[in-house]
C-alpha cells in the first residue's frame, strides 16, 4: 500500500519561555491573594485630623477615615491614633469599591529615614 506522505510540524515556545510564563502567572496570582478584598494606600502620615488620616502617596495625597473598628499595629503590636505621626510609613487597608474609604487597618513602619549629610571631601 501507499501512503501519502505528510509532514507534522511542532511548534516549540524558545527555551525558557515556559518559566517565564509560569513565573508571570505566579506573580498574577499572588497580587490576586494579596489584595485579599482591600485596597491599599502605601505611603507617609502627613496629618490625623477628625480622625481622617491623610497619606501621602506616589499619586498625591489621600484622605482616609478612621472608626473605632480600625485596627492600628506597630510592629504587629495594638497602636493608636496617637501613633500616627507625620512622617510615619502606613499600609492602610481599605475595603475594595469603598465610597466613604474607612480603614480596615493601618500597619504602621519605621518613619523615614534622614538623609545623612554627604561627608567632606578631601582637596
Avoid at 28 to 47: E, S
Avoid at 56 to 85: C, F, P, R
Avoid at 108 to 119: K, M, Q, R
Wanted: glycine content about 8%; cysteine-free.
Amino acid at each position: 500500500m501507499n501512503q501519502p506522505n505528510s509532514t507534522t510540524i511542532t511548534r516549540r515556545l524558545p527555551h525558557g519561555a515556559w518559566l517565564r510564563v509560569a513565573f508571570v502567572l505566579a506573580a498574577l496570582a499572588a497580587q490576586m491573594i494579596a489584595h485579599g478584598g482591600f485596597d491599599h494606600v502605601i505611603g507617609t502620615v502627613v496629618k490625623v485630623e477628625k480622625n481622617v488620616l491623610t497619606v501621602k502617596t506616589a499619586q498625591g495625597n489621600v484622605n482616609v477615615n478612621l472608626n473605632e473598628k480600625t485596627e492600628i499595629t506597630s510592629n504587629g503590636q495594638k497602636a493608636q491614633v496617637a501613633d500616627l505621626k507625620p512622617g510615619s510609613r502606613v499600609v492602610v487597608d481599605v475595603p475594595e469599591g469603598s465610597k466613604d474609604k474607612v480603614a480596615h487597618s493601618v500597619k504602621i513602619g519605621v518613619a523615614g529615614a534622614a538623609t545623612a549629610p554627604a561627608p567632606p571631601t578631601k582637596h
